[in-house]
């Protein structure tokens, strides 16, 4: 026996502050399951650490700048701190900007690749090899239906959830012999801060399709990575537009897709 074989598993959620994956953080402490809160905010972290302990699990608490280029080596030597490993990874991190690639400022573009894109590669390649060791456990990575089709006006988030699910499907794919579960979560919009901040709430398109309950899309999440599913979609309304990015051509995905995101739709 190893020493890691006396420490005791746990669920981390990165991006644990708001949102969907403070969502999921409640739904696994249900199951009495040890939860460890990565985020930025220490008001949200504190505020998800009681939501955890009153749903019957424990919670523990990193704050931590997730584009710090040693973040998943601090995430790392926390856990071992802790007498903890990563059982259960939950990148639920990210950001996205709406307006014209060429007009929008490059350090903000780039930091979606950062934070959507290198940061959750970097947690999920660090603590994988320590799943398929032990031969359970796995990743749940926060996708969107944005990962389906290209985003005009959105360009750098809906390329960012792109990888995000192309990522997550191989992985599944390398990994689900081994005992291993990968699984990408592609829900459509969320009822979060996500919509105001990105300014995605000010187009049309967001303003159509209907939005979907945080919870909901945790419960979502948690059910079908415990059932080992690749993909889950919530709602009825993500699984449509998914099957029509299936089925449309991009020649006319692009130009509807552009206007949507172009006009705005006060409300």
């Given amino acids: 026996m190893t020493?890691?074989?006396?420490?005791?598993?746990?669920?981390?959620?990165?991006?644990?502050?708001?949102?969907?994956g403070r969502a999921i953080a409640k739904v696994a402490a249900r199951e009495h399951n040890v939860v460890v809160l990565v985020a930025r905010s220490p008001e949200g972290l504190a505020a998800a650490a009681l939501d955890v302990e009153q749903a019957g699990?424990?919670?523990?608490?990193?704050?931590?700048?997730?584009?710090?280029?040693?973040?998943?080596?601090?995430?790392?030597?926390?856990?071992?701190?802790?007498?903890?490993?990563?059982?259960?990874?939950?990148?639920?991190?990210?950001?996205?900007?709406?307006?014209?690639?060429?007009?929008?400022?490059?350090?903000?573009?780039?930091g979606i690749i950062d934070l959507n894109i290198r940061a959750l590669t970097?947690?999920?390649?660090?603590?994988?090899?320590?799943?398929?060791?032990?031969?359970?456990?796995?990743?749940?990575?926060?996708?969107?239906?944005?990962?389906?089709?290209?985003?005009?006006?959105?360009?750098?988030?809906?390329?960012?959830?792109?990888?995000?699910?192309?990522?997550?499907?191989?992985?599944?794919?390398?990994?689900s012999r081994a005992g291993v579960t990968v699984t990408c979560v592609s829900p459509g919009p969320v009822s979060t801060e996500f919509l105001e901040r990105s300014g995605a709430d000010r187009a049309a398109l967001f303003k159509?399709?209907?939005?979907?309950?945080?919870?909901?899309?945790?419960?979502?999440?948690?059910?079908?990575?415990?059932?080992?599913?690749?993909?889950?979609?919530?709602g009825i309304s993500a699984k449509l537009i998914t099957l029509v990015a299936a089925l449309l051509p991009t020649a006319i995905i692009l130009p509807l897709i552009g206007r949507l995101q172009r006009r705005r739709k006060d409300s």
């Fill in 57 to 110: 699990g424990k919670a523990f608490t990193l704050e931590l700048d997730l584009l710090a280029a040693d973040a998943s080596a601090r995430l790392e030597a926390f856990l071992a701190a802790k007498e903890l490993i990563c059982g259960v990874l939950v990148n639920s991190a990210g950001y996205g900007l709406r307006g014209p690639a060429a007009a929008l400022p490059v350090n903000d573009q780039l």
């Fill in 3 to 20: 020493l890691q074989d006396e420490f005791r598993s746990s669920v981390v959620v990165v991006g644990a502050s708001r949102g969907i």
């Fill in 208 to 234: 159509i399709l209907p939005k979907l309950d945080a919870d909901y899309v945790a419960e979502r999440a948690w059910s079908g990575f415990k059932s080992g599913r690749r993909r889950v979609v919530p």
């Fill in 122 to 175: 970097d947690m999920t390649l660090r603590f994988l090899p320590g799943m398929l060791a032990r031969g359970r456990g796995g990743v749940i990575n926060l996708g969107s239906i944005a990962g389906f089709f290209p985003g005009p006006y959105m360009a750098l988030y809906y390329a960012s959830k792109g990888f995000v699910r192309s990522f997550s499907d191989a992985l599944h794919q390398e990994v």
